[in-house]
């Protein structure tokens, strides 16, 4: 199945098009299971990830959040391969990491992996000057990937709903377990979803309109963040 990803991306209408109007985040609040959620739909915005942190100071990014995990020890992205054609680590190191995030252009695909595998194509989405990361996946081909039980935080995922539209969606509470998020997200619609970091790493934000507005909960480690998933307006 990974190696149909690279010709699948190649062939997926980008998800930056050109519109009349303005390239922003559409928030929406909906609640299910007895759980409130906020989607961030970012339409007609580009997707990257990025090593750096994003400027606010500016209009070109909408929506930024954290996206891989953060080594401990090194302050590094954890198990985020290849970014922007730049490869970061050539072999994964945590073994409970089973989906993968791979961008290409405005493409993107969250699928499976084996864990504790390397994609074999890692070397393919450097050549193609694209992105590849390791996440845990939560929701693929619309069935719950997680077991029951578990810490409780408050969550934020990656989601691809129907007819390849993604958005990213956060709890308002931090009473989750990944197995309820993941019940939850299929509730709302989930085809595919990938977890992105938390806990004490989860601060990000959005505009609207001239104002910057900050997610997360705890965002005590925020000075620790290594790595973003960001929707920006294109070049």
Known sequence: MLKTVLLFCLLTIPFACTTHSPA??????????GHRYTIFHPDHLSIQVVTTRPRVD????????????TDLESDKPLDLLVCQGGVLQDSARLGYLDGVLTILGDSLTITAIGKGQTPSYVQQVRRLRGTLLLQELLVYKGKNQRAAGGSLFQRRALVEFLH?????????????????????????????????????????WYREGG?????????????????????????
């Open 24 to 33: 922003q985040v559409r928030v929406e609040k909906k609640g299910v299971n």
């Open 58 to 69: 500016g209009e070109r990014c909408q929506l930024s959040v954290a996206a891989a995990y």
């Open 164 to 204: 390849h539209s993604f958005a990213v969606v956060e709890g308002e509470t931090n009473n989750l377990t990944m197995g309820q998020f993941a019940d939850d997200l299929l509730g709302l619609g989930a085809v595919n979803a990938l977890y992105l970091d938390m806990g004490d790493w989860d601060e990000g």
């Open 211 to 235: 104002e910057v507005k900050v997610l997360g909960n705890r965002r005590t480690q925020t000075g620790r963040q290594s790595n973003w998933l960001v929707f920006g307006v294109g070049d």
